[in-house]
């Protein structure tokens, strides 16, 4: 089992930039695929960005060119580096492991651009 804790949301100014963090309790952390999902008020939560066990990345187009997921393996860490953000990407930001059919969410961290 896998537990998760994000951190590092807040409040930015339009064209600013966050790093969200997310911490995980996992013996086998390098087999978990890693994702950043978000959740806008009123909308489904959506897909950000994530990462394979192998590494290799996925990005919402929304997103492409200005976020950018990581790891860190041997601190079990997933990051998520957000850069000229926008208001259309405040919300709820998720970090969730998945291994197999089995997926873990974290509580969530709030991120609010203002324009």
């Known amino acids: 089992q896998v537990h998760l804790v994000e951190s590092g949301g807040g409040l930015v100014q339009s064209g600013g930039s966050l790093r969200l963090s997310c911490a995980a309790s996992?013996?086998?952390?390098?087999?978990?695929?890693m994702a950043w999902y978000r959740q806008a008020p009123g909308k489904e939560r959506e897909l950000v960005a994530g990462?394979?066990?192998?590494?290799?990345?996925k990005y919402a187009d929304s997103v492409k060119g200005r976020f950018t997921i990581s790891r860190d393996i041997a601190k079990k860490m997933v990051y998520l580096q957000m850069n000229s953000l926008k208001s259309e990407d405040t919300g709820v930001y998720y970090c969730?492991?998945?291994?197999?059919?089995?997926?873990?969410w974290g509580q969530g961290t709030q991120v609010t651009v203002s324009s």
């Open positions: 969730m492991a998945a291994r197999g059919s089995a997926q873990t």
């Open positions: 996992a013996t086998t952390f390098s087999v978990y695929a």
């Open positions: 990462i394979m066990g192998g590494g290799t990345t």
